[in-house]
């Protein structure tokens, strides 16, 4: 416990009120842990501010006490990203929840960390917009989730959703604010660009460089027409192959694949045999449009797409998925599409991954490596590949449900996922939202001066070393 117990909780009581800092444990326990294997471990503080000057102040002070600070907002992390490595303050952002601006003239839109993705999705459909919806709780941080890079069901045309950013605020670790893109200039919060990209000094950065405390994000029209377009294969290479030709169009909004035990709902645990007659692999698509006629002229390329794809060897089966199912494909967020609970709920309450960022050419390369691994280990390989952006990148990602009551369970588990990261990183993956476990083998492959360049501007924002210290692995 850091020097001067009492004196510290009496400070940031001052700060936000005495309603809003806690160093009791019933009031600690739930930021101690998350669904990863991560030992629990408490923080001696938790602080929920209301305002930037709030933040600011209590980064001020944290800083002068060198008091470590983890960023914290809505408790759907499940990468253990916010578990304190060396207790100090939780700052919890969850009543910094509002909505400033939704420009519908120049389609971009501000928010503060607390704002849910269920609030946002509600606010932008009354004037007839969207963001990229992920499949993750509603109650989840839009901020949070967009600045780690987050998928959304977008990312096929625009891309992961931290390349939706388009300004932000931030509250340095001493104390200081920023505004980072055109916001800097005026009112207006449309661009980082043509500015030197100082937004890169918090994006993925996993809260260690700054907290931000406003975020401006593109938002889109909400097209009218949808549809679900579905496949299904034998195997990893010819779902691979099917889905490079059919992103290089860029026709679609979002194209997944998952293997047959991400399909089931939950996730088969202990590791469960595919029956013989089932295909290996099932694909969506989702197409929209501002008519049926554009929706038609896609349909046709698609078609076009798997009779190639069939021409050239491909083992595709025709599947269809039940309209219930497409509903939630196309109206996210939504509660039908499966969701944490759903992988989780039949195991024991764990939940964590290997991936994400891959080049598509090595995915059934890596795909056969960690099933092997897998089910070794007694876990299901319930894997999801996804296009983002056309044909530049995607997602390799490995659902992984496990046991957290049994010991045995979890040290599985963990050794799995570190076995297929090791194996990945030489083949281009870089995960996202890494555990320390996973920086830890990046690091031991990485380019020695991108070392030295991360620990150069942590140093340099992070003198103290008090922001969500050791997560990166080197700091």
Known sequence: ??????????????????????????????????????????????VMPKTVEEVQRVLSFANRERIPVVPYVSSTNIGGLCIPEEGGIVLDLRRMNRIIKIDTETHYAVIEPGVSHAQFSRELKKVGFEFGWGVHPASASVLAMTLQHGIGHLNGRFGVNSQFIS?????????????????????????????????????????????????????????????????????????????????????????????????????????????????EWFSYTVISGWSEEELEYKRKMWKEVVAKARQKGCKLIDFEYPPEAKR????????????????????????????TFTPA????????????????????????????RGAHYGMW?????????????????????????????????????????????????ADPGWLMLLCKIKDCLDPNHIMNPGKLGIR
Not at 398 to 421: C, G, L
């Open 1 to 46: 416990m850091p020097r001067g117990v009492d004196r510290v909780l009496k400070t940031l009581q001052e700060i936000v009120g005495r309603d809003y800092a806690s160093n009791e444990e019933a009031i600690l326990m739930p930021y101690s842990f998350d669904l990863t294997w991560n030992e629990p471990r408490m923080p001696d503080y938790v």
């Open 167 to 279: 300004s932000m605020e931030v509250v340095l670790p001493t104390g200081e604010v920023c505004k980072i893109g055109s916001c800097a200039y005026s009112d207006e919060w449309h661009s980082l660009l043509p500015l030197p990209m100082l937004a890169g000094l918090f994006i993925g950065w996993l809260g260690t460089t700054g907290v931000v405390t406003k975020l401006g994000v593109w938002i889109t029209r909400i097209r009218p027409y949808k549809d679900v377009l579905t496949i299904a294969a034998e195997d990893a290479e010819s779902m691979t192959k099917y889905m490079v030709m059919w992103r290089d169009l860029e026709l679609c909004d979002e194209i997944t694949a998952v293997s047959w035990w991400l399909a089931q709902i939950p996730i088969p645990y202990p590791y469960q045999e595919k029956p013989p007659d089932a295909p």
């Open 328 to 355: 939630g494909r196309t109206e996210l967020p939504s509660r039908i599409v499966g969701s944490t609970k759903n992988y989780s709920k039949s195991c024991g309450g764990g939940l964590a991954w290997p991936g």
């Open 361 to 388: 050419k090595n995915w059934p390369i890596l795909y056969e490596k960690m099933k092997e691994i897998y089910i070794k280990h007694g876990l299901s390989p319930a894997t999801r590949f996804t296009d983002y």
């Open 397 to 445: 990602r490995v659902m992984t449900p496990f046991d957290k009551r049994n010991p045995e369970a979890v040290w599985h588990a963990r050794q799995a996922m570190r076995e297929v990261v090791e194996v990945g990183v030489k083949a281009g993956m870089i995960p996202y939202k890494p555990p320390v476990d996973y920086w830890n083998v990046m690091n031991a492959h």
